[in-house]
């Protein structure tokens, strides 16, 4: 992993701390969820037509992806309303990374060396350690149904990183694949919502447009970074180090939401940056 890599990976950690965190904050996440799904749509149809068309191999994947990022939403949506911003995010982030290794191993046939495996652990143990200090600081009584969904979206998360790292290397496009991957899973939730809201609907979205659009140019943005890593180093280490994106979402929570940050959280992330240190081979 290039310096260049690493960078990337770490820019595509904030941005997601940001539209995760506008998700968070409209209250209706059905409304949320709808703007940045639909803007994600939008952004993708426009880019569509000026980037390059993935190659033929890479569509089985894209449409498995964009499966599995409508069931990431579902459960991310349901994870937000039943938690707080601080609980249930690091525990979905903090599940990805293993799994990811687990089912890059399997799948891909790509395992991490020693030093990147006791990165990836290390880097897990301190996503957990913030995980279970959100659950003691939340606000929230919910802690079984958040902390069930929130395991789930990282399984979620997961299954598509290690079908989009597979999908990107096959497409010869990143641009191209995230375009029509955008493309493809952000009709659905706007549909959905069209259904149930009807005429109400878009004056129910009118208050939130602005922040809606801003998450989907994040939510892009993130995830092309990733993707784009995906093509240039092993699909693990790339998990692990996009995770450090709950010390932004943990720093986001006590500024903006009110939360408690605290001397444990700081600990945690701590031992998470020494995780990261141990994955990279950079150079």
């Avoid at 994600?40 to 191999?57: D, H």
Wanted: proline share 5%.
């Amino acid at each position: 992993m290039t310096p260049l890599v690493a960078a990337a990976v770490l820019l595509a950690a904030v941005t997601h701390a940001g539209w995760n965190a506008i998700a968070h904050h409209i209250k209706d996440q059905l409304l949320s969820f709808t703007l940045i799904s639909g803007g994600g749509a939008l952004i993708g149809a426009v880019a569509a037509c000026f980037v390059p068309l993935p190659a033929a191999a890479a569509w089985p994947y894209l449409l498995l992806s964009a499966a599995l990022h409508l069931g990431y939403m579902a459960l991310l949506m349901r994870s937000f309303s039943l938690g707080d911003f601080g609980q249930t995010y690091p525990i979905a982030r903090g599940t990805a990374p293993l799994a990811v290794t687990v089912l890059a191993a399997v799948f891909v046939h790509e395992l991490p060396d020693g030093r990147q495996l006791t990165g990836v652990a290390v880097a897990s143990a301190g996503l957990m350690g913030l995980a279970l200090w959100g659950i003691r600081g939340s606000r929230s009584r919910t802690h079984g149904p958040a902390i069930v969904a929130a395991l789930a979206t990282g399984l979620a998360i997961a299954a598509y990183t290690v079908v989009d790292g597979v999908g990107v290397r096959a497409s010869g496009t990143p641009l191209g694949y995230i375009a029509w991957l955008m493309l493809l899973q952000g009709l659905a939730i706007p549909a959905y919502t069209f259904h149930r809201r009807r005429t109400a609907l878009a004056a129910q979205l009118r208050p939130y447009a602005a922040r809606g659009l801003l998450g989907a140019a994040l939510s892009i943005s993130a995830y092309a970074l990733v993707l784009w890593a995906q093509t240039r180093a092993p699909l693990a280490p790339i998990a692990a180090l996009r995770e450090s994106s709950v010390i932004v979402g943990a720093a986001i929570g006590a500024l903006f939401f009110k939360e408690r940050f605290g001397a444990p959280r700081i600990a945690a992330a701590g031992v998470m940056v020494v995780g990261i240190g141990l994955m990279l081979h950079v150079g």
